[in-house]
Protein backbone atom coordinates (compact mmCIF):
# COMPACT_ATOMS: atom_id res chain seq x y z
CA UNK A 1 0.00 0.00 0.00
CA UNK A 2 0.98 3.72 -1.04
CA UNK A 3 0.97 5.71 2.08
CA UNK A 4 1.61 10.17 1.44
CA UNK A 5 1.87 12.39 3.98
CA UNK A 6 2.20 16.31 3.07
CA UNK A 7 4.61 17.87 5.68
CA UNK A 8 4.01 21.64 6.09
CA UNK A 9 6.38 24.39 5.31
CA UNK A 10 7.41 26.22 7.25
CA UNK A 11 6.03 23.77 10.24
CA UNK A 12 2.86 25.34 11.61
CA UNK A 13 3.24 25.83 15.55
CA UNK A 14 0.39 23.16 17.30
CA UNK A 15 0.33 20.66 13.97
CA UNK A 16 1.08 16.68 14.90
CA UNK A 17 3.84 15.90 12.64
CA UNK A 18 2.45 14.34 9.21
CA UNK A 19 4.36 11.47 8.74
CA UNK A 20 2.79 10.12 11.73
CA UNK A 21 -0.29 9.50 10.21
CA UNK A 22 0.28 9.28 6.25
CA UNK A 23 -3.05 8.70 4.66
CA UNK A 24 -3.18 5.30 2.06
CA UNK A 25 -3.10 5.98 -1.32
CA UNK A 26 -3.30 2.56 -2.97
CA UNK A 27 -3.71 2.44 -6.66
CA UNK A 28 -4.95 6.26 -6.75
CA UNK A 29 -6.52 9.22 -4.59
CA UNK A 30 -6.77 12.67 -4.94
CA UNK A 31 -5.08 14.98 -2.24
CA UNK A 32 -5.39 18.31 -1.31
CA UNK A 33 -3.82 19.40 1.17
CA UNK A 34 -4.57 22.18 3.81
CA UNK A 35 -1.43 24.13 3.30
CA UNK A 36 1.40 23.81 1.40
CA UNK A 37 4.17 21.81 2.05
CA UNK A 38 6.40 18.99 1.07
CA UNK A 39 4.76 15.41 -0.45
CA UNK A 40 6.26 12.04 0.90
CA UNK A 41 5.37 9.00 -0.42
CA UNK A 42 6.41 5.73 0.91
CA UNK A 43 5.71 1.82 0.75
CA UNK A 44 3.71 0.47 3.93
CA UNK A 45 6.21 -2.34 4.86
CA UNK A 46 7.68 -3.71 8.38
CA UNK A 47 11.00 -2.27 8.57
CA UNK A 48 11.57 -6.21 9.57
CA UNK A 49 10.03 -7.18 5.75
CA UNK A 50 11.80 -4.40 3.66
CA UNK A 51 15.28 -7.68 2.81
CA UNK A 52 12.68 -9.45 0.58
CA UNK A 53 11.37 -6.71 -1.49
CA UNK A 54 12.00 -6.65 -5.17
CA UNK A 55 10.44 -4.29 -7.97
CA UNK A 56 9.49 -1.19 -8.84
CA UNK A 57 7.28 1.24 -8.17
CA UNK A 58 6.17 4.06 -10.95
CA UNK A 59 4.23 7.68 -9.54
CA UNK A 60 2.72 9.99 -11.39
CA UNK A 61 1.81 13.42 -9.73
CA UNK A 62 -0.14 16.24 -11.30
CA UNK A 63 -2.53 18.95 -10.58
CA UNK A 64 -5.80 18.13 -9.73
CA UNK A 65 -8.54 20.05 -12.00
Not at 25 to 46: C, K, Y
Request: glycine share 6%.
Amino acid sequence: MLLAAVRAEPALPGEPIALISPIAVGLETTLTPAHPGTLFLRINDSSAELSDNAGTLSVHIRAAK
